[in-house]
């Protein structure tokens, strides 16, 4: 399953060429992966709660065109795999006024407990409900 | 005793007036802050690992002129109050190249207990090396 | 008038003490702002193509109470002073769950011409509407 | 040549992992840019004032371990490719204290008419400049 979540882009998020800064799109990409989470029931609150931090170990972009202060923006997030020790997800964001393909991304995290640092199995009651949103 | 410490203004620290955002300076007074209590002969990370956070209560800020990217700054960190619970700086940022005054600036924070969370007095150990920086 | 917007708490807008990081709401105050101007009819990418830029220069807060990843905020906007040169606002931030009142701030901003960098006054297209949503 | 400059972490660089938020590097691999245009002779104020702009369209890191705030960290930009319109970088960031390697990553940018927008070449006042950089 796809989840979309909604952005507008704010004063402070553009830079001298009066375009969004490209490391901002890195940050909205942690917007999109929150909201697929919360779609299949997980906060990454209860995740911290039970002991697990999900630090992400690769990030990639391309740039395609520019966002400009007070763009609406549509933050499509596409799981791409799931094991019980890391995940993986694609981005997809477009300007909403127009439809432009704005950035295209992917991230890696893996599950750690918070105590170790150490890799660690996410749990079946994560897991299962993540399994599920995958086939959707 | 005044803190002094320089940092450079980055391309991502601009917005699409071309200038520092405003809020940047607010982060700025931090870097001030720590290199005062650094001076001290006291860390963050020291503060932390026994239990102690610093939440700022209060800040404040004057905008007198604008920096630029490739600005380098200097932060100047003044302290105007203590006690057990609480301190008080003012900050002056200047240009480094032609000592404009571009902001001057207020904080307030207060100790408080990272278990509890509610403010708590600073032990001597911590007490002692600040009223002694404030005296110099 | 009264212009209230709503904004989520980011993962990217904690820090170490596992708050928001006290910076973020002088962003925060910015949003506020470009609500309650587009209310009145004036964006400001119709301000900076006209040639007006509106440097902040003056900002204040006093932070009540913590904000924490996922908190859904309350951002009211209220406008105390208008002049042609000039505009103050003052701010309250809540948490929506709880009413938690967690910030208040204030701003002053000047409006400058973009080209000679130098105050001017604000034509009567902008001002009039201005001026209508302060008696609102 | 590979150009090395050092950055300390800030505590508003943190997250509520305690570890530096992974966006910020993404942020310091252009302050290693702009060292690595600097020592080349050029600088990013000059290009924007002769109408060019360098927009990033491509980025990638791998994080292999994390920083901590107030960690000295050390950033490496290593050229990779260079042509009239694009430009590609490597970068490593290491912390000081233990040479340990934090992350990996990449970048391009195309350079671009501030004008029209659209790719352009670079005119060899400053093609030649980086030229040698790329060869020393």
Redesign the interface.
């Known amino acids: 399953m796809i989840a979309t979540v909604r952005h507008k882009v704010?004063?402070?998020d553009?830079?001298?060429?009066?375009?969004v800064?490209?490391?901002?799109y890195?940050?909205w990409f942690?917007?999109g992966r929150?909201e697929f989470l919360r779609a299949a029931g997980i906060?990454?609150?209860q995740l911290?709660a039970d002991g697990y931090?999900f630090?992400?170990?690769?990030?990639?972009?391309?740039?395609v065109a520019?966002a400009?202060?007070?763009d609406e923006l549509v933050i499509e997030t596409i799981p791409e795999a799931l094991t019980k020790v890391k995940m993986a997800f694609n981005y997809r964001i477009y300007r909403a006024s127009d439809n432009t393909l704005l950035v295209e991304g992917h991230t890696q995290n893996v599950f750690t407990s918070?105590e170790t640092g150490r890799i660690t199995r996410l749990p079946d009651k994560y897991y299962d409900k993540l399994k599920v949103m995958m086939a959707l």
Not at 21 to 24: G, R
Not at 55 to 63: C, G, H, L, R, W
């Open positions: 704010n004063f402070y553009t830079d001298a060429m009066a375009v800064h490209h490391s901002n890195i940050r942690e917007i929150v906060t990454l609150n911290m931090v630090p992400i170990t690769e990030v990639s972009a391309k740039y520019s400009f202060f007070d918070k």
